[in-house]
């Protein structure tokens, strides 16, 4: 009984030396082991806040080209309206007079107004913009006292999804752009200020493009165009009755004239005239001689 006790204190004692020798070797290899320099940590450091920025910055670049704006306000429907007529009337002035009237009430304006005459009629030409809430009615005031039209052309052009499209693209790139700025006070090396004042460069030039599409798209649909092209037909002349006499008088003018341009047209071919009379009286004086020595 007395052994098995002296076994297992001696078994504590040596197994508590063990442990300590182990702590000590650890604590050895953790002194042993050298610390990275301040300076290399910072630079690390640096080098991946950037790295995450920069990630961060693509990824919501990404995320916003392929998911637009879906909080933007409903937008109402968007319609280019053109019209083309074309039509016959018995006074130019009167017509015109009528549609000036037309484009008074309707609150239009004339961009073109040309004129001019073709072979048996006179016509004028009109380019026309109007409002989109007064187009029926100024086609309407234009209708009357037209007992028919040679053109009528109408035509409604639906651009409410484009104009969404520019409008949610848009607003997306101007977050864009805030985020960027954002980033930009935060930005502290040369290097990652003049790559993020480059991407907002390319940022801005594309909210200047698509704003300018949608003022463009918003002017045409806000003022339709129409053109107008009205004519008069010209009436033929009727034939003049000439006497007998004058018209022997007439051919006798003619016959002058005719003779005339002959004599012109001999004269211009002089030298050949003078060659021929040449070679005539060199063969005419030939034969006479052969007559004599005959």
């Known amino acids: 009984m007395r052994n098995i006790f002296f076994l297992s204190v001696f078994f504590l004692i040596f197994s508590?030396?063990?442990?300590?020798?182990?702590?000590?070797?650890?604590?050895?290899?953790?002194?042993?082991?050298?610390?990275?320099?301040k300076a290399n940590v910072n630079a690390n450091v640096n080098a991946n806040v950037n790295a995450n920025v920069?990630?961060?910055?693509?990824?919501?670049?990404?995320?916003?080209?392929?998911?637009?704006?879906?909080?933007?306000?409903?937008?109402?429907?968007?319609?280019?309206?053109?019209?083309?007529?074309?039509?016959?009337?018995?006074?130019?002035?009167?017509?015109?007079?009528?549609?000036?009237k037309a484009v008074t009430a309707g609150k239009a304006t004339i961009i073109n107004d040309s004129e001019g005459k073709d072979y048996g009629t006179v016509f004028r030409n009109l380019t026309v913009k109007v409002p989109s809430q007064n187009f029926d009615r100024f086609i309407n005031d234009i209708s009357k006292g037209v007992s028919y039209f040679e053109i009528k052309n109408i035509s409604a052009q639906d651009v409410t999804e484009q104009f969404i499209d520019l409008t949610s693209r848009l607003n997306t790139k101007k977050k864009l752009e805030e985020r960027y700025l954002q980033i930009l006070q935060k930005a502290v090396k040369v290097s990652e200020i003049l790559e993020i004042e480059k991407q907002i460069?390319?940022?801005?030039?594309?909210?200047?493009?698509?704003?300018?599409?949608?003022?463009?798209?918003?002017s045409r649909v806000s003022e339709s165009t129409v053109t107008i092209e009205f004519y008069k037909t010209t009436a033929e002349k009727e034939g003049v009755k000439i006497s007998y006499g004058s018209k022997i008088w007439t051919a006798v003018k003619s016959g002058f004239f005719s003779l005339s341009d002959f004599l012109i047209s001999l004269i211009s071919v002089w030298p050949f005239i003078?060659?021929?009379?040449?070679?005539?009286?060199?063969?005419?004086?030939?034969?006479?001689?052969k007559k004599q020595q005959s």
């Open 16 to 37: 508590g030396c063990s442990k300590s020798n182990e702590t000590q070797n650890e604590l050895l290899m953790i002194s042993s082991v050298k610390l990275p320099a």
């Open 54 to 100: 920069n990630a961060n910055v693509n990824a919501d670049t990404d995320s916003y080209d392929r998911n637009p704006d879906l909080s933007a306000p409903k937008i109402e429907q968007k319609i280019i309206k053109e019209a083309t007529l074309r039509f016959e009337t018995d006074d130019l002035e009167n017509t015109f007079n009528q549609i000036q």
């Open 201 to 218: 460069s390319v940022i801005r030039e594309e909210i200047e493009a698509k704003e300018g599409q949608l003022k463009y798209l918003q």
């Open 274 to 289: 003078i060659i021929f009379c040449v070679l005539a009286y060199f063969i005419r004086k030939r034969f006479k001689r």
